[in-house]
């Protein structure tokens, strides 16, 4: 159980270490490298969207045409 605590804070502070978990953990269930890309990208893609989304919440843009 330590073990598993160990890496989980490893791949808290190395977010690629827990990217290759993921890729290992679905090779092992059998998907595709095809699908495993396709998956790691939207992944990439809704987190960029979703840290776009909060920082324009926190700082919203104030109209340059008023």
Known sequence: MAHVASERLDQMQDP???I??????????????AWINQRIK????????LMAKSFLLRFPMVSVWK
């Open 42 to 49: 939207s992944i990439e893609v809704r987190n960029g969207v």
């Open 16 to 18: 690629e270490k827990s």
């Open 20 to 33: 290759v978990q993921a890729i290992v953990d679905y090779k092992r269930l059998g998907y595709s490298d």
